[in-house]
Every structure is written in structure tokens, then in C-alpha cells.
């Protein structure tokens, strides 16, 4: 059996630094509160490969499921709790290795840990006292009921002149505004998830052909990524061959793609925790035709000035206001929409980009792939600081029935990179994938040459 192994010393360090600053940020009055996943079926006695919570993992780096930490500065029976299945030894013949209680104290840095069968008698005690409770509020309802119970067994203890929380504080405040801004442990890892989905990127460019079904694009993508050391995706991949490109979470894959489309791929490995979100549109044969090529430049011009948007101090929005001034002076040149370009703030006030372009031009980017974090602060768009992940992927979708040029329709096209805020601006952290017009049809030559030989 493969014997545990203790977290990486740099990661170990990681994650003290962040309970330091939440216990402080907590204070002795309060009690953080975090669930692990559970397993979840797939059906009947088979479940799910399973994935751990975001918020726990990044609070613990404990990999097992069912678990609950609790985090309760100052105080006097420590204050990382850990409640974990204990060692079995039948269980894990069959199942593999639990690090049990005393393996959450010698590799996870818990002060104490306890089975998960004393959890309701032991966790009430580090609630007693505390005026606040945070924890994930309304996300998991057999959750919520689980706190209220511990609340009920410290209100209890009130004649023995315990104390219990008057208040319930969702914990996302204290979690996601921290997990929004990547430390350098977490920015190397998606850089390594960006490159390893890159290089699956480059290779469906270089394999692909008339002929071949999605699904076969995408086997070859997990099997990429797999071989580059990330055995799971971030989301289920999108590739949509032809007019399956315009619809924006399509999943099935099942289309085979013809020559003369192009193919549009949506997908990312997920690396030690962390996503990568990539999205590629190219010619099945290798050449762009004129139309495709006159929407790709148009989306691509779209995509790099949201991208030049991305610097520290600009707002959230502004990488989208960038590409949405692009798309529609294009679509108004195309004759798609009609006007000039002198009406272009009112066109675009009046969302008329809308039947060609319906989704907003990114999301944050971390351990979930639609990353945790507000999105505006006092009402505004918030400012864009350093250590923030985003997604840049502007699009245009022409519906087979949309009313413009016969030549366009059916045309689905998205280009979506990873765009890191630096000090002084920007890193596209996807940026080994090509999505130049050259570049692609030179790197599926290349692809289309060594195929033959
Ligand atoms: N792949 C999901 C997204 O791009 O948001
Ligand atoms: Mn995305
Ligand atoms: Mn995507």
C-alpha cells in the first residue's frame, strides 16, 4: 500500500501562513467552520472521482473526503481542530490509505484531530464562548442543519454558564477575498496547468482532420494532459465542429467534424487543484476560409485589446468594455448590425453585439475554474490588483439562422486565454498555444506532414 506522504514543505508553509493571517483576521471571538467534499454517487454503489472542496483544500491541504476543520484562535485545545475518518485497516485494503487522526496532527499541522464519530460531542466545546460562527451559510443544507445542531447542543450548556454565537457569518468573505489573490506557490502550479493544456491545445492543431469525431479530439486532449501529469480536467471539455461552436456549453462531442468547419475547443486541466481554461478555434483542414478568417481576425483583435486591458488599478470591466468596442464596430463594418460608427457607445448601450455575442469576456480563474471573489466592491467593478487570475474570451456566435450573409452563418468562434495581473500589467499564462491566423494553419501543417510520413 503507498505509504502517506507529508505535504510538500513549501505548500506546509503555504498554508500556516494563511491560517496565521485568518486567525487573526477572525479574532478570539469567532469560528471558522469548513466541511470537506463528500463522496458523491454516480450511481448505484460507484462514485464520482472525487475532488476535494476548494475551501478546504486550500485551508488544510487535507486530500480526504467527509472531514471538517475547524479553525478557533487562541484557543486552548489548539486552534486548527481536524474532525477526519479514522485508520481502518479492512477499509483500507479496499480503498487505500486514511491518514487517520494522528496522521491530520504529524502531516497537516492540526493541533488536535479527532474521529469523525466525536464530532458532535467534541465540536460544540469550540464553538462554547465564541460570539461568531463562520462557515460556508447556505452552500450545503444537510451542512446547515449540522451547525444548528451544534449550536443547540452549546446553548445547552448555558446554566453551566457557557456562552453560545449569537451570529452566523457566511465564511466566503474571510476565504474567497484571500483565495482570490494567488500566492507564488499557487501561480507557479497554474502556470504548469496553463502549459500542460497548452501542449494538449498544440497537439489537437496538429492531429486534427476532416473525418475524425469530436470525441476523438478530445480523448486525444485528456490524453495529452494526462501524459503531461494532469489526470483531470477543470469542467468537461466543449468541441463543437461547426455550428455546434455557437452553442456555448455544449458537451456532447459526438459530431463528426467536416472539412471546410472549424472546430471549436473549450478545456483545461485541472493541476493539483487548480484550473486552466483555454478555449482555441481552428480550421478541421488546417486553412481558414475568407468568412471564417474575417470573424477570427475580428474576435482576436477583440481578445488582445481586452487583454492590453488587464493592468493593476484598471476594473474588472474594463477588459470586457474593450472587447465589446471591438466586436461592434466590427459587426457594424460586416453590415451585422446596423448604424455607423459614430453611433458606436449608443450601440452598444443598447446591447445590440447581443445575438452574436452573449456572454461576458471572463471569470477569475484558481482552484475553481469559475474562481471565487467579488466581482464589484461598494457597487463598482472592483480594481484589478496583482496575484489576481482571469479568463479573457471574447467570442462571436452567428446562429445557422441568424440574418446576415449566408457565408457567415454557423460560425462559432471563442478565444479565451489566462491572463495573470502583474506589478507592472499582464502574463498570459496560456500563451504556448498559438491563435494567430499563420501560426495555427502553420503549426496544422506541421501536424498534417508528420502525419503522413
Ligand atoms: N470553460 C468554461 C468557461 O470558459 O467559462
Ligand atoms: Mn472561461
Ligand atoms: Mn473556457
Redesign the pocket.
Known amino acids: 500500500m503507498t505509504e502517506p506522504t507529508a505535504l510538500p514543505h513549501k505548500l506546509a508553509k503555504a498554508l500556516r501562513r494563511r491560517r496565521r493571517e485568518l486567525s487573526r483576521a477572525i479574532g478570539p471571538d469567532g469560528v471558522l467552520v469548513v466541511p470537506a467534499a463528500r463522496e458523491v454517487t454516480r450511481n448505484r454503489d460507484v462514485h464520482y472521482p472525487f475532488r476535494q472542496s476548494s475551501d478546504f483544500a486550500w485551508l488544510t491541504g487535507f486530500p480526504e473526503p467527509d472531514a471538517v476543520a475547524v479553525l478557533a484562535p487562541k484557543h486552548q485545545d489548539g486552534e486548527l481542530v481536524l474532525f477526519c475518518r479514522p485508520r481502518d485497516p479492512e477499509r483500507e485494503v479496499w480503498d487505500g490509505h486514511r491518514f487517520g487522526t494522528e496522521g491530520a496532527v504529524a502531516h497537516f499541522g492540526a493541533d488536535a484531530a479527532h474521529p469523525l464519530s466525536a464530532l458532535d460531542e467534541t465540536l460544540p466545546a469550540l464553538l462554547a464562548d465564541r460570539k461568531r460562527v463562520h462557515y460556508p451559510l447556505g452552500v450545503d443544507a444537510d451542512f446547515d442543519l449540522q451547525i444548528m445542531g451544534w449550536l443547540r447542543a452549546v446553548r445547552a450548556q448555558a446554566r453551566k454558564g457557557v456562552s453560545a454565537p449569537t451570529t452566523l457569518v457566511s465564511s466566503d468573505e474571510l476565504l474567497h477575498e484571500r483565495r482570490l489573490v494567488k500566492d507564488k506557490g499557487e501561480l507557479a502550479t497554474m502556470r504548469r496547468a496553463a502549459a500542460i493544456s497548452a501542449a494538449a491545445h498544440r497537439r489537437l492543431m496538429q492531429t486534427c482532420r476532416a473525418g475524425l469525431n469530436e470525441q476523438q479530439l478530445e480523448a486525444t486532449f485528456l490524453h495529452a494532459c494526462a501524459e503531461g501529469g494532469a489526470r483531470f480536467q477543470?469542467?468537461p471539455p466543449?468541441v463543437g465542429g461547426g455550428a455546434n461552436a455557437c452553442v456555448l456549453?455544449y458537451v456532447d462531442n459526438a459530431a463528426v467534424l467536416r472539412d471546410g468547419d472549424l472546430v471549436l475547443v473549450?478545456?483545461?486541466c485541472e493541476l493539483d487543484g487548480y484550473a486552466s481554461?483555454i478555449?482555441r478555434t481552428f480550421p478541421v483542414n488546417g486553412r481558414f476560409s475568407a468568412p471564417q478568417r474575417t470573424l477570427y481576425e475580428l474576435v482576436l483583435a477583440a481578445q488582445r485589446a481586452a487583454i492590453a486591458a488587464v493592468k493593476p488599478g484598471k476594473r474588472w470591466d474594463a477588459p470586457h468594455k474593450a472587447a465589446l468596442k471591438v466586436l461592434t464596430r466590427g459587426l457594424v463594418d460586416l453590415g451585422f448590425i446596423e448604424g455607423s460608427r459614430d453611433d458606436l457607445p449608443q450601440l452598444i448601450k443598447d446591447e445590440k453585439y447581443k445575438p452574436f455575442y452573449m456572454?461576458r469576456t471572463?471569470?477569475w480563474l484558481g482552484m475553481d475554474?469559475?474562481d471565487v471573489g467579488r466581482y464589484k466592491q461598494h457597487g463598482k467593478w472592483r480594481a484589478l490588483e496583482p496575484g489576481m487570475v482571469l479568463?479573457v474570451?471574447p467570442g462571436l456566435y452567428i446562429a445557422p439562422d441568424a440574418e446576415v450573409p449566408a457565408e457567415f452563418r454557423g460560425i462559432g468562434i471563442?478565444i479565451?486565454d489566462d491572463v495573470l495581473v502583474t506589478a507592472d500589467g499582464h502574463e498570459v499564462l496560456s500563451r504556448d498555444v498559438p491563435k494567430d491566423v499563420e501560426a495555427i494553419e502553420r503549426l496544422m501543417a506541421s501536424g498534417a506532414s508528420s502525419q503522413e510520413t
Open positions: 477543470a469542467y466543449i456549453h473549450d478545456a483545461g481554461d478555449t456572454h471572463g471569470h475554474v469559475h479568463t474570451e471563442r479565451e
